[in-house]
């Protein structure tokens, strides 16, 4: 594994085919199976996926177990990183009748979005795994699933479909508005949860490529280029920099969203 995800991109790059040019990095370029081929191979990104969830599982259950009235500091780390989803996103878009049993929902997709996007800037990984769609589209059906349970249990079939309609609407203009709702709550919700964290974080990580790799082909041509070579890696530093910033934002994002659709389900009128 170690830098494969960004090494092998750049070493492509930087001597593209032996014809000397530069060549721009490509989605296919980040196509890294381990076991296999096609669509049932292992790759990089799952096996990093896995071991993201038995580094939370690990570091939660031993920080737990050593709870004291004076916390040490790795836990009083972790409480004020589960207040921070327990009280400044779940208590916050949920309300405070309902929000307690849908913390550990939201706090594991916090940590776990958290962990994998920083994974794009953190040695040996140098790759984001949400930035392959398959694993944002998995947490949104997770997410899916559980406003649309929820809202149906509380409301019942009928009232579910009933409540998407927004109050004191003119009958005449229901026909028009409830397919819109229908397409809003059924397809674009989880559509722009999914597209919206893999896109940033794919994009991201392209840009990041983008920069090293041109680095590293400044460093093969003359001097002029060397020279050139200097603020391309800075700039490819700047941007690591940045997109760290963007990982947490999207974690965030994507639990606060979850929060809100929980939230709109639950409540007693649309």
Known sequence: MSLNALAAPVASFASAEGDGEFHTPTPNDFWLPIIGDGNWAITEQMVWGAVSVLVLSVAFVQLSKRAAVVPTKGQWLME????FTRNGIARDMIGSRDFLRFVPLLFSLF?????????????????????????????TLVVYVVYHAIGIKKHGLGGYFSHMMPAGLPGWIKPVIFPLEL?????????TLALRLFGNMFAGHMLIVLFVSAGAYFLTQGVAFKLLSVPTFVMAAVMTLFEGLVQFLQAYVFTLLSASYIAGALADDH
């Open 183 to 191: 397409i809003t709550y059924f397809i674009t919700r989880p559509l």
């Open 80 to 83: 004020g990183f589960y207040n």
């Open 111 to 139: 940590s776990l979005i958290l962990l994998n996007n920083l994974f794009g800037i953190i040695p040996p990984v140098m790759f984001p795994t949400m930035s392959k769609i398959g694993f944002p589209i998995a947490l």
